[in-house]
């Protein structure tokens, strides 16, 4: 059977996993699930936790790489805990046009504390509009 997108090369690397029909696919077990049901306050977060917040963009920014549209795109957000979240997405100079301040979203992902600067920073989280 042929399925567009798949290429002899992934064929084998689908077949070495026994994977030979679609049928396969659909009863194969994910690599991991993430349960975005932990949703927590900016204030609450622990390092190295996968959670969910309910946040509002404070600022948006792209620096470096600007050939190509591959910058790093920062973002603050903050909650009503009043607490802060940096976050960063690599090649995510697309986001720009996405994200804007005061846009409430949910974002997803694990958080990561840089000691020097104590602040909560997560490093490309998924992210959604729950509000609309």
């Not at 190295?48 to 973002?75: C, D, H, I, P, Y």
């Not at 986001?95 to 997560?122: E, M, S, T, W, Y």
């Amino acid at each position: 059977m042929y399925v567009k997108g798949v290429g002899p090369a992934r064929a084998a690397m689908l077949e070495a996993k026994n994977l030979k029909v679609v049928e396969d696919l659909l009863t194969y077990p994910p690599f991991r699930y993430e349960i975005v049901s932990n949703v927590k306050s900016i204030r609450d977060l622990a390092p190295g936790e996968m959670a969910t917040v309910l946040a509002e963009v404070r600022s948006t920014k792209v620096s470096g790489f600007q050939r190509r549209n591959l910058g790093l795109f920062q973002a603050t957000f903050t909650d009503s805990s009043r607490g802060v979240l940096a976050a960063k997405w690599f090649h995510g100079a697309y986001l720009n046009d996405v994200l804007a301040p005061g846009q409430k979203i949910a974002l997803f992902g694990q958080d990561r504390v840089r000691f020097l600067l104590r602040q909560f920073v997560d490093h490309a989280p998924e992210f959604e509009n729950p509000f609309g």
